[in-house]
């Protein structure tokens, strides 16, 4: 697989490609300039349903809950009654190799782009206004069983 600048992406043995990208990510990557940079978050809109996004907006009557993901430093927002909804979108985010021109896939999914989580090293203050208003589908996801509380955690 190829960028669209022509670096080459080395897909590492624990990537987080979410289920049903892994087909799309060639015409994907395709779309994008590296332009240097030494991370890439990429959302590529490929003007068809191309599956669900497990992200949305949340509001009054929402039924929030948070729980820890497996490999997560803290605890993500989920929303309980709601289900996936189509979506055209497909976010990729890299990482430039320091050996070479290459770049790492760290993780790719069906949605849009979405600020880092509150409690990720990343995190701004866009981070605690986009978590506190949108949230992971419950369900679509795995957790930490035990993790789960209707407090949040930040």
């Known amino acids: 697989m190829f960028l669209g600048s022509g670096e080459p992406i080395i ?3 624990n990537s987080h490609v979410h289920n049903g990208v892994r087909q799309l990510l060639p ?3 395709a779309t994008i300039q590296s332009e ?3 991370f890439i978050v990429g959302e ?3 003007g068809r349903p191309v599956g669900e996004s497990a992200c949305g907006a949340t509001g009054p009557g929402d039924e929030i809950l948070y729980a820890k993901r497996p490999r997560r430093w803290g605890l993500t ?4 009654n709601r289900t996936p909804e189509p979506c055209s979108s497909v976010v990729v985010i890299l990482k430039k190799a320091e050996e070479d021109d290459s770049y790492i896939l760290i993780t790719a999914f069906i949605g849009r782009k ?3 989580e509150p ?3 990343n995190a701004t203050a866009k981070s605690y206004a986009f978590w506190s208003s949108h949230a992971l589908v419950w369900g679509s996801e795995p957790v930490v069983p035990g993790t789960e509380t209707t407090v949040c955690p930040w």
């Open 36 to 38: 240097g940079r030494q």
């Open 44 to 46: 590529v809109d490929f």
């Open 11 to 13: 897909d590492r043995l």
């Open 114 to 116: 979405a600020e880092p």
């Open 77 to 80: 927002r989920f929303v309980r």
């Open 119 to 121: 409690w990720d090293r």
């Open 27 to 29: 015409e994907a990557l």
